[in-house]
C-alpha cells in the first residue's frame, strides 16, 4: 500500500524566505508524485508533478520539487516566499500510469508573514 | 472548457436523508474518482471507476454508492446522511499521465 507523510501541518515563513515543504512517501514500485495546492475555499490545483522523467521538476508560481529515489523524498521548494503563497499544500502519490488512485498526505498549511 | 462539474456546491441535510452529489466530465477521462476532504485528515478515497459499468471502493466506502452509466457521469449518492459525513467531497477524473482534473467541491453538512 501507499502511503505519504508531510513533516509539519503548519508552516510559518516570512516573506521572501525559502520555502520548505517536506514529502515522504512509501510505495512498492516507483510511483508518480505530486504538489497540490489549496486556496481557501476552493479546490484543489496542481504544482507540479513528477512522472519518472527528470528528478528536478519546475511548477505554477515558481515551485520545484526533487525526487530523491535513496530518501524517498519529493520535497516542495521555492527559493522566496510571496502573501500570496498562503495556502494548504498536499503531496500525493500514485502508481505509474493511467487509471492509478491517489493518496494524499495531510497537508501542510503555509503562511507567509511580513 | 469545462474540465469536472460537480453540484451542487454547497448542501445541508437532515440526518437520514438521502441525496446525489453529482459530478460530470467533458473530457471522455475512463478513470474518476470521489475523495473527501476533512480538517488534518487531507484527502481519502470513497469510490473509483475506471470505465463506464466498472466501480470499485477506496479508502472510506461506507455509507456511500456509486454507479457509472456512462463515460461522464459519476455520481455519489449518501444513503442515510449522518453527521460523520459532513464534509468537503471532490470529484476528480484523470487521463494521461499523471492527469488529473479537481472539481470546486461540494461543501456537505448534516445536521
Known amino acids: 500500500a501507499q502511503s505519504v507523510t508531510q513533516l509539519g501541518s503548519h508552516v510559518s515563513v516570512s516573506e521572501g524566505a525559502l520555502v520548505l515543504l517536506r514529502c515522504n512517501y512509501s510505495?512498492?514500485?516507483?510511483?508518480?508524485l505530486f504538489w497540490y495546492v489549496q486556496y481557501p475555499n476552493q479546490g484543489l490545483q496542481l504544482l507540479l508533478k513528477y512522472t519518472s522523467a527528470a528528478t528536478l521538476v519546475k511548477g505554477i508560481n515558481g515551485f520545484e520539487a526533487e525526487f530523491k529515489k535513496s530518501e524517498t523524498s519529493f520535497h516542495l521548494t521555492k527559493p522566496s516566499a510571496h502573501m500570496s503563497d498562503a495556502a494548504e499544500y498536499f503531496c500525493?502519490?500514485?502508481?505509474?500510469?493511467?487509471?492509478?488512485?491517489?493518496?494524499f498526505g495531510t497537508g501542510t498549511r503555509l503562511q507567509v508573514t511580513l | 472548457n469545462a474540465g469536472v462539474t460537480q453540484t451542487p456546491k454547497f448542501q445541508v441535510l437532515k440526518t437520514g436523508q438521502s441525496m446525489t452529489l453529482q459530478c460530470a466530465q467533458d473530457m471522455n477521462h475512463e478513470y474518476m474518482s470521489w475523495y473527501r476532504q476533512d480538517p488534518g485528515m487531507g484527502l481519502r478515497l470513497i469510490h473509483y471507476s475506471v470505465g463506464a459499468g466498472i466501480t470499485d471502493q477506496g479508502e472510506v466506502p461506507n455509507g456511500y454508492n456509486v454507479s457509472r452509466s456512462t463515460t461522464e457521469d459519476f455520481p455519489l449518492r449518501l444513503l442515510s446522511a449522518a453527521p460523520s459525513q459532513t464534509s468537503v467531497y471532490f470529484c476528480a477524473s484523470q487521463g494521461g499521465v499523471g492527469g488529473y482534473t479537481f472539481g470546486s467541491g461540494t461543501r456537505l453538512t448534516v445536521v
Open positions: 510505495s512498492s514500485v516507483p510511483p508518480y
Open positions: 500525493a502519490v500514485s502508481d505509474p500510469g493511467t487509471a492509478s488512485k491517489l493518496t
